[in-house]
């Protein structure tokens, strides 16, 4: 049982490069969320969906785009890359998208962005 | 619309005394309350929730924390602390009725000197 797993681990873009981040689940988990984490700003909400084929935008949705065509994935693109979105991003899932259910997390992917 | 506040970026014990990290809440309605931890280079991992029901709730680790909702916070506790306590600790807070978004707060780091 591998939980939440996130690729690439460290990534270096350019400016204006495009890349998608990976984030599998293999608990089926309705829910999954992209954070990104910043020094002093904490976890913040990007995109995240309650279930395959719908998604909704978080606190700081510019520039990345999601799509969930099935219940284990949800990835994260970015079209083209700024150095603002050099950070530390973190996907999480929970059983379902209501109420008391905690989140797992995967181990994080550090993008650095020139 | 909801959010959480950690005022303190850090926070100092001397091992074996008690610990409090601070976190307060904004949210409509009923919230659901939840701290995580993060050690370095490492994903979240979730500590405990308040869901319903009795205010003070336990964790893992020896952690507990009280829920109060006049002063709408959720401090987190140890009665001793341990060196190896030291982290990252986040607060979140999900709305009874918020559409599926969890919110943290910026982090307190945890130091505890032996």
């Known amino acids: 049982n591998a939980g939440v797993t996130q690729t690439p681990k460290f990534q270096v873009l350019k400016t204006g490069q495009s890349m998608t981040l990976q984030c599998a689940q293999d608990?089926?988990?309705?829910?999954m969320s992209w954070y990104r984490q910043d020094p002093g700003m904490g976890l913040r909400l990007i995109h995240y969906?309650?279930?395959?084929?719908?998604?909704d935008q978080g606190e700081v949705p510019n520039g990345y785009n999601v799509s969930r065509s099935t219940t284990e994935d949800f990835p994260l693109r970015l079209l083209s890359a700024a150095p603002s979105q050099t950070s530390v991003y973190f996907c999480?899932?929970?059983?379902?998208?209501?109420?008391?259910?905690?989140?797992?997390f995967g181990e994080g992917s550090r993008l650095t962005v020139l | 619309a909801q959010s959480v506040a950690q005022p303190e970026d850090q926070v100092n014990v001397a091992e074996g005394n008690p610990l409090t990290v601070k976190c307060t809440y904004s949210?409509?309605?009923?919230?659901?309350l939840f701290w995580y931890v993060q050690y370095p280079n490492r994903g979240l991992q979730f500590l405990l929730k308040?869901?319903?029901?009795?205010?003070l709730v336990k964790g893992s680790y020896g952690f507990e924390a009280e829920f109060n909702k006049s002063q709408t916070s959720f401090h987190l506790k140890k009665p001793s602390a341990l060196v190896s306590d030291s982290a990252l600790y986040f607060c979140?807070?999900?709305?009874?009725?918020?559409?599926?978004?969890?919110?943290f707060g910026s982090g307190t780091r945890l130091s505890i000197r032996p």
């Open positions: 999480a899932s929970s059983l379902t998208g209501t109420g008391e259910g905690e989140l797992f």
């Open positions: 608990m089926n988990h309705e829910y």
């Open positions: 969906s309650v279930g395959a084929g719908i998604t």
């Open positions: 949210v409509s309605g009923n919230p659901y």
């Open positions: 308040y869901i319903t029901g009795d205010n």
């Open positions: 979140a807070v999900r709305g009874y009725s918020s559409a599926s978004k969890i919110i």
